[in-house]
């Protein structure tokens, strides 16, 4: 038996350039395939750098709870302040409403009697003044019971003074606003 000559050169080359393309091919794919790996894998680190970085440390934690605590405590302070501006600006309606009533009542006031001191607080009109006669303090008695808003009128004691003035000191409860008038 006889071997087989290859006496064409072309058969040859042409094995040689397949191997060459498919070894080539084959090493693109690699190269491909482990590119697109690194770059995969760089793009989940970098999103987990910036989760890392989104997330504050404890001391940054810590801080915010202690600014969360001071604005919570001056939350709580303004927040009384704001009830106590309410209450005052409540006590100054009330002290205008009845300050009305009051130059009502001085324009009903009889001239033998005058005052010497007024007094408002707390729901009560502290009157202490002089008169000239028990009949104009009685009828300006009277005019005080019919005030509107008057409630229960102590009256204190009456004393002659010096100047043969009676001297008076009363004291009127006075009805919340919301009260009903009868």
């Known amino acids: 038996m006889s071997r087989l ?7 040859a080359q042409r094995l040689k350039q397949r191997a060459i393309f498919w070894a080539s091919l084959f090493l693109a794919g690699i190269i491909t395939i482990t590119a697109l790996c690194g770059a995969w894998r760089g793009y989940i680190e970098y999103h987990i750098e910036q989760a890392r970085l989104a997330q504050p440390s404890p001391q940054q934690l810590e801080a915010l709870r202690g600014d969360n605590a001071r604005q919570r405590q001056q939350l709580d302070e303004l927040a009384g302040v704001h009830q106590q501006r309410l209450a005052t600006l409540g006590n100054q309606a009330v002290f205008q409403r009845w300050a009305r009533r009051l130059e ?18 707390a729901g009560r009109l502290d009157i202490t003044g002089k008169s000239l006669t028990t009949e104009a303090l009685s009828q300006w008695a009277e005019t005080l019971k019919m005030l509107p808003g008057a409630g229960v009128l102590h009256q204190g004691a009456t004393t002659r003074d010096s100047d043969a003035n009676w001297r008076f000191h009363w004291s009127l409860t006075l009805e919340p606003d919301d009260a009903p008038i009868p």
């Open 5 to 11: 000559i290859n006496l064409l050169p072309w058969r």
């Open 104 to 121: 009502q009542l001085t324009a009903q006031l009889p001239d033998a009697v005058w005052f010497t001191t007024l007094g408002f607080d």
